[in-house]
Nanobody, 124 residues
Framework: QVQLVESGGGLVQAGGSLRLSCSAS????????VAWFRQAQGKERAFVAG????????RGAEFARGRFRISRDNDKNTVYLEMNSLRPEDTAVYFC?????????????????WGQGTQVTVLS
């Protein structure tokens, strides 16, 4: 079964940028949708952005629009999340999820495979 591995998190000053990566091992993304979610301490996992498996159609949460960009490289079995103009409220553990369908969904229960997460901390 495919496994997901996130990387690229870290500590950054407000206004800075990070690029997260989600790589598939023991399998491929195929034509399935992949999405990024985040979970801040004490809060539920929330949708950030997703990219579809056919045509690469993207969706993003309102807070992500204009600042975050999701992309996928099927040859490398990797999905990226470029985050710019980071704010302290973006601090969270970021997870990528793989859905068993090509369309992006915004509910976490729609995704069946998850990575272990990568911590993003934005300092004010």
């Amino acid at each position: 079964q495919v496994q997901l591995v996130e990387s690229g998190g870290g500590l950054v000053q407000a206004g800075g940028s990070l690029r997260l990566s989600c790589s598939a091992s023991e399998g491929t993304f195929g034509t399935n949708a992949v999405a990024w979610f985040r979970q801040a301490q004490g809060k539920e996992r929330a949708f950030v952005a997703g990219i579809g498996g056919i045509g690469g159609v993207t969706r993003g949460a309102e807070f992500a629009r204009g600042r975050f960009r999701i992309s996928r490289d099927n040859d490398k079995n990797t999905v990226y999340l470029e985050m710019n103009s980071l704010r302290p409220e973006d601090t969270a553990v970021y997870f990528c999820g793989l859905r068993g369908d090509y369309g992006v969904a915004t509910f976490s229960h729609s995704y069946t495979v998850w990575g272990q997460g990568t911590q993003v901390t934005v300092l004010s």
